[in-house]
């Protein structure tokens, strides 16, 4: 067993980091789709289903374009003005967001030094605008978590973006924009849509004219994550289980790396001289999604929303759905269906378990019996 192991290890809590977590190349399937948009100024969604990876690959690309040195660039999350209903209170906690994140990239200073919080409807464009007059490169921004922004507060901060994107022949504003999420532009709209008749006027979403999204894994990918890990402790993964990771996940980031670690650290325990075999997997998942997880939790948390039972109920009583429809789509965007062969099914065998348990109201698996458990103790050798 070597000891220079404990290095790196499966992430399934917020962003990869290069040296600490067994990764692939975040860029690796839209890097080239991201770059287009930024170099035709384009403002465009970025795309991604519950906790695929959304994240590490911002971040990764605007390490990038900082060190390419053709732009500045930052990526902004905007996760915690989810409590800021009041346009008057979250513009000003935007515009502090905006600039801690200009301060954490170390870019040049002077954002909104001058911002007057009082006209929340024009602030956050001020103050960009302002800024980018004062800077010797293109500025790019990516906010994430934009579903986190109430409705009231997305449609005055789209309308500023909107504003100051109209403008950029006359004044200088931001030159390009990626919204990152869980939905498409249709949902955001509709978002912005409901609040229209406070505010009245053309959609804001407009500008966003591109989508990129993010892609799961195939199983080429899975197998070389985990080869990592191979390189690193001598570990094996067999190719059987690399079979039945992607059968079960069909590549979703998070249960790939959640299968693996709870294979590793909890079934094997660490023990790097066994051999991960499906049947550890199968374990893993019965132990991840009991547990309920990080991952498994939000997504027994959306399966209890009234719009997403809409879909999954007659998904799993063969009735028919209505697809196209906004609850339909929801759906889909939030990545727990997928459209296969003709049909609606959901996006993954562990997915398809969690949605016959949120239905029956059963949260909680029984214990394996006791022949599975004799039958794992038998195919896991050094484990008691």
């Not at 390490?63 to 009041?86: H, M, P, Q, R, T």
């Not at 990239?105 to 956050?124: C, R």
């Amino acid at each position: 067993m070597k000891e220079s192991l404990a290095r790196r290890d499966f992430n399934i809590a917020g962003p990869c980091m290069a040296g600490e977590h067994y990764m692939l190349e975040p860029l690796r399937s839209v890097g080239h789709d991201l770059l287009n948009c930024i170099n035709a100024k384009k403002y465009f969604i970025v795309h991604a289903p519950l906790q695929s990876g959304v994240t590490t690959l911002l971040q990764n690309f605007v390490e990038k374009l900082n060190a390419a040195g053709n732009f500045y660039a930052f990526y902004c999350s905007l996760e915690v003005l989810d409590a800021f209903d009041e346009p008057e209170k979250s513009i000003p906690a935007i515009i502090n967001t905006v600039k801690y994140a200009i301060e954490s990239y170390k870019l040049p200073g002077g954002f909104a030094e001058n911002a007057d919080f009082g006209d929340f409807a024009n602030a956050l464009k001020r103050s960009l605008a302002a800024y980018c007059k004062t800077l010797g490169k293109p500025l790019v921004i990516f906010f994430d978590d934009i579903g986190c922004l109430p409705a009231r507060t997305l449609t005055v901060f789209l309308r500023q973006l909107r504003s100051g994107y109209i403008s950029r022949d006359k004044s200088p504003f931001v030159h390009s924009i990626a919204l990152a999420g869980l939905q498409n532009p249709r949902g955001y709209t509709d978002r912005v849509h409901s609040a229209g008749e406070l505010y009245g006027g053309a959609s804001p979403f407009n500008i966003f004219g591109e989508t990129v999204s993010l892609k799961n894994f195939i199983k080429t990918e899975i197998a070389s994550l985990y080869s990592q890990h191979t390189v690193d402790t001598g570990q094996v993964f067999l190719p059987q289980l690399v079979d039945y990771v992607f059968e079960q996940t069909q590549g979703h980031p998070w249960l790939v790396n959640a299968i693996a670690r709870e294979c590793v650290e909890k079934i094997a325990r660490k023990n790097y001289s066994v051999p991960i075999t499906p049947i550890y997997a199968e374990q893993a998942i019965q132990n991840i999604t009991v547990d309920r997880r990080t991952h498994i939790g939000c997504v027994m948390g959306k399966l209890r929303e009234a719009r997403v039972r809409k879909i999954i109920e007659p998904l799993i009583l063969g009735a028919d759905i209505e697809r196209g429809s906004d609850d339909y789509l929801y759906a889909k965007d939030l990545g727990l269906i997928k459209e296969a062969g003709g049909k609606t099914e959901a996006a993954n065998p562990i997915y398809a378990e969690l949605i016959i348990r949120a239905l029956s109201g059963s949260f909680n698996l029984q214990p394996a019996g006791q022949a599975q458990v004799n039958r794992m103790k038998g195919q896991r050798p050094g484990l008691s």
